[in-house]
C-alpha cells in the first residue's frame, strides 16, 4: 500500500504560478510512474501531466505543455507540478496518483491517488 500526501494549491489570479508537491509512503517510489490530474466541478477527472519512474521522461496534456512542470526526487519520495501562467479554466481539483505501469496518460492504470487539493484561478 502506498499513501499521497498532497501539499500546494490555493488562489492565485490569472497568470500567477502554484507549485503542488506529493510525498509517497512507499519505499519503492522510484518503481512507480506518478502524475498529476484534475477534476472541475462535474467533469471527469482529466490527465495533465506524467513522469517516468526515473524522471528522465515526461509527458503532458496540450493545455498545459509550456506552462506546466512535472518533476520527481526519488530520493526524497516527491514529485511535483510547477504551474506558471495559470488561467481561470485551470480551476480544479488536482491529484496525484502512482501508477505501477509507468507514466501513463488514463485514468484507470493509477493504483494509488492523493486525495486532491484545491486550485482557483480568479480572472
Known amino acids: 500500500q502506498m499513501q499521497l500526501t498532497q501539499s500546494g494549491g490555493g488562489t492565485v489570479e490569472a497568470g500567477g504560478s502554484l507549485p503542488l508537491s506529493c510525498a509517497s509512503s512507499?519505499?519503492?517510489?522510484?518503481?512507480?510512474?506518478m502524475g498529476w490530474f484534475r477534476q472541475r466541478p462535474g467533469d471527469e477527472r482529466e490527465f495533465v501531466a506524467s513522469?517516468?519512474?526515473?524522471?528522465?521522461?515526461?509527458r503532458y496534456a496540450d493545455s498545459a505543455q509550456g506552462r506546466f512542470t512535472i518533476s520527481r526526487d526519488n530520493a526524497r519520495n516527491m514529485v511535483y507540478l510547477q504551474m506558471n501562467n495559470l488561467q481561470p479554466n485551470d480551476t480544479a481539483d488536482y491529484f496525484c496518483?502512482?501508477?505501477?505501469?509507468?507514466?501513463?496518460?488514463?485514468?484507470?492504470?493509477?493504483?494509488?491517488w492523493g486525495r486532491g487539493t484545491r486550485v482557483t484561478v480568479s480572472a
Open positions: 513522469i517516468s519512474r526515473n524522471g528522465r521522461q515526461a
Open positions: 512507499s519505499r519503492t517510489f522510484d518503481s512507480y510512474g
Open positions: 496518483a502512482a501508477s505501477s505501469y509507468g507514466y501513463l496518460e488514463l485514468v484507470g492504470p493509477y493504483d494509488y
